[in-house]
């Protein structure tokens, strides 16, 4: 799994700008992120080639399998990231209200 | 979840066509499959346009899960639609490989 | 993972006894799934004395992620033996009903 | 899902003892998992009888999921604890490596 660029993780991420918080990944990090969604919406689209080509059920199954896995990849760099910037920043500020919310996606996440 | 419409589900699914394979839905059931895919893929194309807006990540990773979500669902209403199909006539048709072949997806599929 | 002895798989599985559905495993797949039993149940023991002990959490964590495996290992086991036999049995003796109580089943062990 | 009594969670959880890094789970906490893990070994126990006694392999398996659905709670509840204690003390403390350690055990847990 291509690597989100580590030196840019611990980047200050989340800021807050008009009172909304946001993320600050750098370009080199949102082109790795950008180019793994081109590839998953390339993805979906062959899936729905093959549903128009009347593709056999078990092959079709096979491809959505690996969407499945492609934006599972996705959401553990994504979710890596966040810990390793967001998380950590805002229990070094004090705000352990942070854990409660990467409770609730790590739960969502969760088998 | 909007079901595959059922009456076309028991309908011949499976046929050898020129040595190869095919599924054989009918136009209402690749419709609905086609519809789920077009909503799938505009998430796909959303969860883009959030990391270009620099959202925050744990946002971000609800909309993934929300795409996930939807995977699931499309490959849920596709497996019924293969096993009442495909598998129920080339099972009565003696060819109990098919289970073989059932098995490989579903264990994919599987926790 | 240790397979059903496969010769005895498509042993004629399941029999209505006294109206109720049975199972038939032969005396060697019945150990090798007792045996497997034993083996996770000694795990869970095994978790339950990582906590009286105070063991890192991290590390209970991965005992539990342990037995999950050992688990999914068994369920894939009986649903590979079930699929074999009882399965394409009723099919075949044109009870296509049986396939939506597995549909009920595999939704339920998928992801 | 019945939960940790919280006012213990923020106990102070991860000392090292002897260079061996432990749990400090309350006796409540304690009470509480060790209580789970005997319902858990029982339902590992009542897999194990419906074995011997031939039962329907899908009444089988929808003990087994009954099984991994109680794991998957006990180990959302350990995560939980460990979470909104060792991990924040850590990250206070400095030792930002507990994150590492954290997505190794997180990501075994995700789909």
Same mark, same amino acid.
């Given at each position: 799994?291509? *690597? ?5 993780? *611990?980047?200050? /991420? =989340?800021?807050?700008?008009? $009172?909304?918080?946001? %993320? ?13 969604? *081109?590839?998953?919406? $390339? !993805? ?12 056999? /059920?078990?092959?079709?199954?096979? !491809?959505? %399998?690996?969407? !499945? %896995?492609?934006? *599972? $990849? ?10 390793? %910037? =967001?998380?950590?920043?805002?229990? !070094?500020? $004090? ?17």
């Amino acid at each position: 799994m291509e *690597n989100l660029p580590v030196e840019t993780l *611990n980047e200050e /991420c =989340c800021h807050t700008d008009k $009172g909304e918080r946001k %993320s600050h990944h750098s370009e080199e990090q949102k082109k790795a992120l950008i180019s793994r969604l *081109n590839r998953i919406e $390339g !993805q979906v689209r062959g899936v729905k080639r093959l549903i128009e080509e009347d593709t056999y /059920c078990d092959d079709v199954l096979t !491809q959505i %399998s690996a969407v !499945q %896995s492609a934006l *599972n $990849g996705l959401g553990k760099m994504l979710l890596e990231g966040h810990m390793k %910037s =967001c998380i950590v920043e805002r229990i !070094q500020d $004090g705000d352990t209200e942070v854990i409660d919310e990467l409770l609730v996606t790590v739960k969502r996440l969760m088998k």
